[in-house]
């Protein structure tokens, strides 16, 4: 075959090889595009569950600082409940007292057999006049 006549043969085979190079090309261009368009979800779901965890921790430390706000109120008003008791009349004797004793380490259990008080009470006066009294607040 001559060369004229076969360039157009040569000119198609060609345009053939560039259309298959083109068709592989765009093939492997959307499978990328598939894999990164899944790897996106993936990390959107990543992004959403990260997102719900992090409110429902933000949400329990709010109720946290609340409740601990409300304990701190609360032991405030005990404290000065138990200044009150402690200096009112003839019963403030064994309350001084066991302040002092709480104030030297001793322990509830002591506290109560030698000031008359009961356990909650000279659990009370430990916690509030104790050696680690100080360190609470």
Partial sequence: MPL???????????????VLLALLVSWRAVAAARRLEQRVEGLERSLRRTNEQ?????????GAGDQMAQTHQELTRL????????????ASTGYEQAIRMARKG??????????????VEADLI?????????AQE
């Avoid at 430990?126 to 100080?134: K, S």
Wanted: charge should be negative.
């Fill in 4 to 18: 004229p006549d076969a360039l157009p043969l040569y000119l198609a085979a060609g345009a053939l090889v560039l």
């Fill in 54 to 62: 992090y409110q429902g921790l933000s949400a329990a430390a709010l």
């Fill in 79 to 90: 404290k000065s409940r138990m200044e009150q008791v402690a200096q009112s009349g003839p």
């Fill in 106 to 119: 001793m322990a509830a259990a002591e506290i109560m057999d030698t000031c008359g008080v009961g356990q």
């Fill in 126 to 134: 430990v916690r509030l006049h104790g050696p680690q009294a100080g």
